[in-house]
């Protein structure tokens, strides 16, 4: 898969802060999908336990089948420091080197992280969707920023998440008496489609169906390169 390369990713982390100002102001996150989905991406990264070593995969399904159509993977040596709100900046070296092992181009990718519900409103959804020029949606597990009150227990209650008195996603419960997850856009996409589409992709599992793979992927991946005898945990 090819895309534009966009920038160096040798920098501070001062430069890496002024960056986010400046490409956040280059996201579309008020436009729907704008055409119908058939491939849909899910992306996650693993890493090594106190280490520096970083495993990315990339899972293609077909939809609304979510029958596999390519997988892609990547390992790398990470020396950007760990700083919140630069998430991206140690994971998408390694998830753009996945990317490009990909010959099938998705329709939309899903993203185990933020969108613009970011501090600077460039989280590493938003950033990936920059980079591949694609339609990109945050699946993140927790709250990075903003506030919200608690969603219903049922699969489709949301709450919208504010910050600075600003929508820039929604708390959503994807199945039945689980803990909700925070969808926001990444790029090429809007609140409402976002929220169809997580909802679409979620099916027997608290994540959607393309992350889900996505992180069983690189977890395998870390422990094979590691030698963990298989332990998904370790």
């Known amino acids: 898969m090819d895309f534009h390369q966009r920038h160096s990713w040798s920098m501070t982390p001062k430069e890496a802060v002024a960056l986010q100002r400046n490409l956040a102001g280059q996201l579309q996150v008020s436009v729907g999908l704008g055409g119908p989905v ?19 995969s990339v899972v293609v399904l ?11 993977s990547a390992c790398q040596q990470v020396d950007f420091p760990y700083i919140p709100g630069l998430l991206s900046f140690r994971e998408l070296p390694v998830v753009l080197q996945a990317f ?9 990718v899903l993203v185990d ?11 590493i959804a938003s950033h990936l969707g920059l980079w591949l020029d694609l339609p990109t949606i945050g699946c993140a597990k927790s ?15 949301h709450s919208p998440l ?21 969808i926001s856009p990444g790029h090429k996409i809007n609140i409402p489609d976002a929220v169809e589409l997580v909802l679409a992709c ?24 590691l030698g963990l005898a298989g332990d998904p945990e370790a």
């Not at 077909?62 to 892609?72: K, M």
């Not at 920023?145 to 227990?153: F, L, N, T, V, Y």
């Open 62 to 72: 077909s939809f609304p089948e979510f029958e596999v159509l390519e997988e892609a």
């Open 162 to 182: 504010l910050l600075h008195d600003e929508n820039v996603g929604v708390v959503l419960t994807t199945r039945d008496g689980v803990r909700p997850l925070y």
């Open 100 to 108: 490009e092992g990909l010959t099938t181009v998705p329709d939309a």
């Open 113 to 123: 992280g933020q969108g613009i519900a970011h501090p600077r409103g460039l989280g």
């Open 202 to 225: 979620c099916t027997r599992y608290r994540m959607p169906e393309p992350t889900r793979l996505a992180h069983l992927l690189s977890n395998r991946l870390r422990c094979e390169t």
């Open 143 to 157: 709250r990075l920023c903003g506030e919200h009150d608690m969603p219903g227990p049922q699969k489709g209650d």
């Open 38 to 56: 058939s491939r849909v991406a899910g992306v996650d990264v693993s890493y090594q336990k106190n280490g520096d070593l970083f495993f990315a």
